[in-house]
């Protein structure tokens, strides 16, 4: 038995939940939220050469993935795979890329569902930049 780091109530240390005051894993000294994230020691320019995250912070914020490679629900790097990403290289359902493979895209190329592209673009409804003044006046 320990004290809940939040009440001081006495709980089990494999209490999921404090049940006096409802603080996720009381148990533990300090707690920074939940789910899974990894980033190599690596770095280049910075950045980690991968991050991986599908972590939420405790305030239920999720944790964005930032490196040369990411991976997560958000990320932002040279090569994201993601469900919103920023990057150079992105295979995302949502992203802003410089090539781009998404279900919704902006990017220089691209191959998407829905698109608008710089260069050249395939998909189902893609379009160019420069056409978008036309198709709209």
Same mark, same amino acid.
């Given at each position: 038995?320990?004290?809940?780091?939040?009440?001081?109530?006495?709980?089990?240390?494999? /209490?999921?939940?404090?049940? #006096?005051?409802?603080?996720?894993?009381?148990?533990?000294?300090?707690?920074?939220?939940?789910? !899974?994230? $990894?980033?190599?020691?690596?770095?280049?320019?910075?950045?980690?050469?991968?991050?991986? #995250?599908?972590?939420?912070?405790?305030?239920?914020?999720? &944790?964005?993935?930032?490196?040369?490679? /990411?991976?997560?629900?958000?990320? !932002?790097? &040279?090569?994201?795979? #993601?469900?919103?990403?920023?990057?150079?290289?992105?295979?995302?359902?949502?992203?802003?890329?410089?090539?781009?493979? /998404?279900? !919704?895209?902006?990017? $220089?190329?691209?191959? /998407?569902?829905?698109?608008?592209?710089?260069?050249?673009?395939?998909?189902?409804? &893609?379009?160019?930049?420069?056409?978008?003044?036309?198709?709209?006046?």
């Amino acid at each position: 038995m320990k004290p809940c780091r939040e009440c001081r109530h006495t709980i089990s240390e494999q /209490a999921a939940i404090c049940p #006096s005051c409802g603080a996720p894993y009381p148990a533990k000294e300090k707690w920074t939220g939940y789910g !899974f994230e $990894y980033k190599s020691s690596a770095t280049l320019l910075g950045l980690p050469i991968l991050h991986v #995250s599908f972590k939420y912070r405790p305030n239920r914020v999720p &944790v964005p993935a930032k490196g040369i490679i /990411a991976i997560g629900q958000f990320a !932002f790097g &040279v090569i994201t795979i #993601s469900q919103f990403g920023i990057g150079f290289f992105s295979v995302s359902q949502f992203t802003i890329a410089v090539y781009a493979l /998404a279900q !919704f895209a902006f990017a $220089y190329s691209l191959t /998407a569902q829905l698109g608008i592209f710089i260069h050249q673009g395939r998909g189902q409804l &893609v379009r160019s930049l420069a056409d978008i003044p036309r198709l709209l006046f």
